[in-house]
């Protein structure tokens, strides 16, 4: 079946610095990608969606300077936390949606980020 | 470990017509459910959910039931329109554990 593949899937920072992290489908292409965090013991929210060669669109509540997303190939989106701080700590999970089988979508899994 | 397993897909039916898609799970602890859903062109959002046995999760004319006997989180819906055509998504949650395990998804196509 499709993959998709994240990295890394745990990622330690010291407060301040800038953490990326890789959405990669294997497979397939993937015009549209999402992401998402979550926080413990809760649901997922999502974050933006990030489609192919355009800005990303972002939920409400959601900072787009803080979380920089490209899109910037069919099988390629990253995340970047920047100037990251504890609150920021969550698990980030993405999504990539293929546009071969009627948008059948598959996750990514997951990266747990720790910001010290 | 922890899995979710949903009835494959996609499953057809007429508008009005009734909705079950089945989902079964094994977890080592007590599980919260959830089922999540996707709509063409979007993300994947949260439909209903239940924390505990017995609990009914409900939302939009969608049910599920929480049965620790039978480990199952069917989902149901009484008269689907064309308008919940979607693949969604059984999930769970482990007491022990702080991240979600997802089934592959089932989709919907409801016709007119």
């Known amino acids: 079946g499709a993959v998709v593949s994240q990295h890394p899937s745990r990622v330690i920072c010291k407060s301040g610095t800038s953490v990326k992290i890789e959405c990669r489908s294997l497979?397939?292409?993937?015009?549209?990608m999402f992401w998402y965090r979550q926080f413990p013991k809760q649901s997922l929210m999502l974050m933006a969606t990030s489609n192919e060669g355009s800005k990303a669109t972002y939920e409400q509540g959601v900072e787009k300077d803080k979380f920089l997303i490209n899109h910037a190939s069919l099988t390629l989106s990253t995340l970047t936390v920047t100037s990251a701080h504890p609150e920021d700590s969550s698990f980030y999970i993405c999504?990539?949606?293929?546009?071969?089988?009627?948008?059948?979508?598959?996750f990514g899994e997951g990266s747990r980020l720790t910001v010290l | 470990g922890d899995s979710v397993t949903q009835m494959e897909g996609p499953v057809t039916l007429s508008e009005e017509a009734f909705l079950t898609i089945n989902c079964t799970y094994t977890a080592t602890g007590y599980p919260s459910l959830f089922w999540y859903v996707q709509y063409p062109g979007e993300g994947l959002q949260l439909l209903l959910k239940?924390?505990?046995?017995?609990d009914k999760g409900s939302n939009k004319g969608f049910e599920a039931t929480y049965r620790k006997e039978t480990t199952s989180f069917h989902l149901e819906k009484g008269s689907v329109q064309v308008s919940d055509s979607a693949v969604y998504f059984c999930?769970?949650?482990?007491?022990?554990?702080?991240?979600?395990?997802f089934g592959k998804g089932t989709m919907l196509l409801v016709s007119p």
């Open positions: 239940a924390t505990k046995a017995d």
């Open positions: 999930a769970l949650i482990d007491s022990g554990y702080s991240t979600l395990t």
């Open positions: 497979d397939f292409q993937a015009t549209t």
């Open positions: 999504s990539a949606q293929d546009r071969g089988r009627t948008g059948e979508l598959f």
